[in-house]
């Protein structure tokens, strides 16, 4: 199967996810060198291996060039540590990388194979914004998106649900885990699978993982320009995807010290690395909410990565896990360190950063990985700060716009109705 194959499927017929089966080892001198390249150049050598049976390279340029066409920041905070911004794309979330990458490469194939395609995305609120942006008016492909009600913020909501056309988006009266189990549920679903083109475009779609491996690199070369080589990413997460980018640059070459999973309470990754089993959980929710998940769909990748291994996972991630009210000391310290103000997902990365450089005899170089704007999370934000964050006027505008997002149920046939009637 090819790797187009696979985006277009998502998700494998048994229910599993896909991944390469033998992980492509780019050269040291192309690891050594990543200072001598830009961000895009480093993208082609990273993709091109993926992608070279069915592009040539001006083809996976262009699509590179199309789709990760906005800034990258690598800004030093305080000693030993680093925030990579991965925030400056249309929905000022890191999602951006995934879904425009997705979105072209599924717009690839549907012009190949002229057949519509319907893509369906449980969100608890970036991916569901930083899809419907990337899909929005693509041919041939209809998107539906669920989201739990009342769990999302509202410029979130806001940007996903007003946008019309090709975007369907369902309110659903539950949790992100019920939104996620009617996604599984149809494609599970003989009748709908007959009726239409099913394909998912969360961040279990393969599409997704591969441009989040690249600016792993990209930092490393930035980096090697300091003289500062094996860092440790500090990667804020929910179901894991950001993070099993890295791994998969870690397991194409990459030198890098290891990875802080860094969770808010819904930590079931940080009590595995701590010893315990893999135990899933009802998400909790919190004010990181798009890292409210109770059971990462992409731990499963992790462990293919480290051929089951236990003990190999653990050796190159540790787990930090902080609850809301942790959160809140840690944006405000940061901010009032530093003057640097992250959004709550990223003050949780920091906050891991921080206990890592406290607990580390090497006093390795940490990388935070910056998920999201902070003046999305305004809310949460403002009062900790005691100040007023500027909107920026591309986001007021999505204030102003009318919803469409139709209400429905948890239960599995009325999403089921949902999907046949508006096919
Ligand atoms: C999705 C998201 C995360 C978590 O990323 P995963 O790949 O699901 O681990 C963290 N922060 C923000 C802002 C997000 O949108």
């Known amino acids: 199967m090819t790797f187009l194959d696979a985006v277009r499927r998502g998700l494998a017929p048994d229910g599993g996810l896909y991944m390469p089966d033998t992980i492509p080892v780019l050269s040291n001198d192309f690891w050594e060198n990543l200072h001598r390249q830009n961000f895009h150049e480093i993208s082609l050598q990273m993709v091109k291996p993926y992608l070279e049976d069915q592009f040539n390279d001006p083809a996976i340029e262009k699509i590179i060039s199309d789709s990760l066409n906005f800034p990258l920041e690598l800004k030093p905070v305080q000693d030993g540590v680093d925030i990579l911004e991965l925030f400056h794309g249309p929905t000022l979330a890191f999602k951006d990388f995934g879904a425009r990458f997705m979105a072209r490469l599924f717009s690839e194939k549907a012009q190949q194979e002229q057949k519509e395609v319907t893509i369906l995305v449980a969100t608890s609120g970036d991916t569901g914004s930083a899809v419907a942006h990337g899909f929005y008016k693509v041919p041939g492909v209809r998107v539906c998106l669920l989201y739990p009600k009342g769990k999302v913020s509202l410029l979130q909501e806001q940007q996903m649900a007003t946008l019309g056309e090709n975007i369907q988006v369902l309110e659903v009266e539950g949790t992100f885990d019920d939104c996620q189990a009617l996604v599984k ?62 791994l998969l640059a870690m397991k194409m070459g990459m030198p890098v010290q290891g990875f802080l999973a860094a969770t808010n309470v819904n930590d079931v990754v940080p009590q595995y690395l701590s010893g315990s089993g893999f135990k899933p959980k009802r998400s909790v929710q919190t004010i990181s909410n798009a890292m409210d998940v109770g059971n990462p769909s992409n731990f499963a990748r992790i462990q293919f990565l480290f051929e ?116």
């Open 185 to 246: 549920q149809a494609f599970l679903d003989h009748q709908l699978n007959e009726k239409m083109e099913l394909s998912s475009a969360n961040s279990i779609n393969i599409a997704r993982l591969l441009p989040q491996s690249l600016y792993y690199a990209y930092t490393i070369g930035e980096l090697q320009k300091r003289g500062v080589h094996q860092p440790v990413f500090s990667v804020p997460s929910g179901n894991f995807g950001n993070l099993t980018g890295g």
């Open 308 to 423: 089951e291994s236990d003990s190999e996972i653990r050796k190159h991630l540790t787990g930090y896990s902080f609850n809301d009210s942790e959160t809140r000391t840690g944006i405000r310290e940061l901010y009032e360190e530093t003057g640097y103000l992250a959004c709550p997902h990223t003050a949780i990365g920091y906050l891991a950063a921080k206990n890592q450089i406290a607990s580390d005899r090497k006093a390795s170089h940490c990388v935070v990985l910056s998920t999201a704007h902070p003046v999305k999370f305004r809310d949460v934000i403002e009062p900790l700060i005691a100040e007023e964050i500027e909107v920026p006027e591309r986001l007021l505008k999505w204030l102003k716009r009318e919803k469409k997002s139709v209400a429905i149920g948890s239960q599995f046939e009325e999403f089921k109705s949902y999907l046949t009637d508006t096919n």
